[in-house]
């Protein structure tokens, strides 16, 4: 007899004993291989996930969010993802594989995450922070890559002049007689 799925639409999904495949592995030729995510996913207590949020299966571990840790809706926590208790994560958060996060982090909406990186506990992450290396030191980032915050302030001020700072700049050397 046909296993009971079997005989469902073909929409319907695998009981969640099935192993899923969600990565796979690319050849020199092109050719895509189904990697097996055989791990799990571990919640801890007080753990909120909001609607259509997406968290990953593990490839051979565990997939681990801390407890009291909220997730707002619409984040992605990827494969391997280690995230620490009290953490809050805004809307469009997106982390990528094989990631570890500290306690207490607080990420603003639309914040994304490389694969393989480290942040310390006590970090806060905003204005759509894109995190590209580990964060080292607790504190406030912001910007793409991310900045501490005060950087990534004076830097998108002084972004706003360049037209005008570019103009000075020519007419200085015009007036110096065109060195360049």
């Keep these: 007899m046909a296993a009971w799925w079997a005989t469902r639409r073909r929409s319907a999904p695998a009981p969640s004993s099935a192993p899923r ?6 050849t ?9 995510q055989t791990g799990n996913v571990v919640l801890g207590d007080r753990v909120r996930v909001g609607a259509n949020c997406c968290i990953d299966r593990a490839a051979y571990r565990t997939t681990r969010i801390g407890a009291g840790t909220k997730l707002d809706n619409l984040c992605h926590i990827a494969h391997n993802v280690q995230i620490g208790e009290d953490c809050l ?6 982390v990528a594989g094989s990631t570890t996060i500290g306690n207490r982090v607080i990420a603003s909406g639309q ?12 970090v806060v992450l905003v ?6 290396g580990d964060i080292d030191q607790p504190g406030t980032y912001a910007g793409l890559p991310v900045q501490p915050l005060k950087d990534y302030l004076r830097n998108t001020a002084v972004v706003r002049l360049l037209g005008e700072l570019r103009q000075r700049l020519l007419a200085l050397e015009r007036a110096q007689g065109g060195a360049s």
């Design 21 to 26: 495949v969600t990565d796979s592995l690319r």
């Design 111 to 122: 914040t994304g995450v490389l694969d393989h990186v480290k942040i310390c506990d006590d």
């Design 127 to 132: 204005h759509r922070a894109g995190v590209t």
């Design 28 to 36: 020199s030729r092109g050719k895509s291989h189904p990697i097996p």
């Design 89 to 94: 994560l805004t809307s469009m958060f997106c």
